[in-house]
C-alpha cells in the first residue's frame, strides 16, 4: 500500500531552522513528483514546494527564499529546509506524491499523514 511518512516537525523558535523528511514506499518513487504542502491554523493548504522526478523546483510564495527541497531517490525520500521561522509558518506541513496515472502501478495522487510544526518562543 502507497504511503507517505512525514518526520521532523515539532516546536521551533522564531529565526529557527527546521528539517522535514517524508519517506515513500513502493517501487516507483522515482515517476513522481514530490512536493510539500502546509495548512495554517484557520488557513487552506498551500503548495511550499514541489520537485519533479527531473529535480526541476517549484517554490510557493509564502515561503520562497527561505526553503530548501531535496529527493534522494535511492531512499525514497524528500526534504524539506525551512529557515527563518516565523510565527505565521505555523502549521501542519504535508507531503504529496502526484504521477501520471498512466506510469505508476499505485495512487496517482496521495498524502502523508502531516507533521505539525509550532514556532513559538
Known amino acids: 500500500q502507497a504511503q507517505l511518512v512525514e518526520s521532523g516537525g515539532g516546536l521551533v523558535q522564531p529565526g529557527g531552522s527546521v528539517k522535514l523528511s517524508c519517506i515513500g514506499s513502493?517501487?516507483?518513487?522515482?515517476?513522481?513528483?514530490m512536493g510539500w504542502y502546509r495548512q495554517v491554523p484557520g488557513g487552506q493548504r498551500e503548495m511550499v514546494a514541489t520537485?519533479?522526478?527531473?529535480?526541476?523546483?517549484l517554490f510557493g510564495d509564502s515561503m520562497r527564499g527561505r526553503i530548501l527541497i531535496f529527493r534522494d531517490n535511492s531512499k525514497n525520500k524528500v526534504d524539506l529546509e525551512i529557515n527563518g521561522l516565523k510565527p505565521e509558518d505555523t502549521g501542519v506541513y504535508y507531503c504529496?506524491?502526484?504521477?501520471?496515472?498512466?506510469?505508476?502501478?499505485?495512487?496517482?495522487?496521495?498524502w502523508g499523514q502531516g507533521t505539525q510544526v509550532t514556532v513559538s518562543s
Open positions: 513502493g517501487r516507483t518513487f522515482g515517476l513522481y513528483t
Open positions: 504529496n506524491a502526484r504521477a501520471n496515472p498512466s506510469e505508476v502501478d499505485g495512487p496517482s495522487n496521495y
Open positions: 520537485i519533479t522526478r527531473g529535480f526541476s523546483r
